[in-house]
């Protein structure tokens, strides 16, 4: 069930906002059909908000608009894990390489903040939590790479990693291992090892794909 939303933002993004969130966290299954006449009455707005949120999570590819303008949740494949990866793959050692290159002190010290609160996350079983702070994390080392494009490409992938994470049975039995290379990579950003820093990542993400492949339910 969706909380009825209030005024802080507009309701379009609030609507987006909890709408997302509910597919993420896996309230709304794959393949369940979505009404904007339901949602509006969950939400206690008009549909027209929702049409608009609906729209913005079928551009981030969570929802499809199918003929007949039905919306169902996305599924997912272990060929669309893949698919996702590839891309992480080709993207995230390169975001790692110009951060670790330009790192200031502070921003090392907000990473690992990031990786503190992930860690106790997950000595709290709070996998909702644990899952924030690994988008946090990705898109924080993005964000620092100095290349707005870059940036939102793999925030954007990062949102697709979440659910697979979400709907895979890896989560659990492989954060700890997650979190160890999320150390070896900050390592790497402490003494400004770009090189270094893109070799890590690139075996992060590829032994995050193989993992979860491996547990795709």
Do not use: C, W
């Not at 996998?127 to 290349?147: C, D, Q, R, S, V």
């Not at 790497?188 to 090892?193: H, L, P, T």
Request: proline letters at 2%; glycine letters at 4%; charged letters at 25%.
């Amino acid at each position: 069930m969706l909380q009825k939303i209030g005024n802080d933002l507009s309701l379009s993004e609030q609507a987006y906002v909890l709408i997302k969130g509910a597919i993420m966290n896996n309230y709304m299954k794959p393949m369940e059909e979505l009404s904007e006449e339901m949602l509006a009455a969950q939400l206690g707005i008009s549909r027209t908000p929702v049409r608009s949120a609906i729209k913005k999570l079928a551009f981030e590819k969570l929802v499809v608009l199918r003929p007949g303008k039905t919306t169902i949740v996305a599924d997912i494949s272990a060929q669309d894990i893949m698919k996702v990866f590839a891309v992480r793959i080709a993207l995230e050692p390169l975001a790692a390489q110009k951060a670790a290159a330009v790192i200031t002190p502070s921003q090392l010290e907000q990473l690992e903040a990031v990786l503190a609160a992930q860690t106790e996350a997950m000595r709290g079983d709070d996998y909702n939590l644990y899952m924030m702070k690994e988008y946090e994390f990705h898109a924080g080392i993005a964000a620092l790479a100095e290349n707005d494009l870059l940036y939102e490409f793999v925030e954007k992938v990062n949102t697709q990693v979440q659910r697979f994470h979400t709907l895979s049975s890896a989560l659990q039995a492989s954060s700890a291992l997650a979190l160890m290379e999320h150390e070896q990579l900050l390592d790497r950003f402490r003494v400004k090892d770009a090189a270094g820093a893109g070799e890590t990542m690139l075996t992060h993400v590829e032994n995050v794909a193989r993992r979860m492949v491996q547990n795709f339910k």
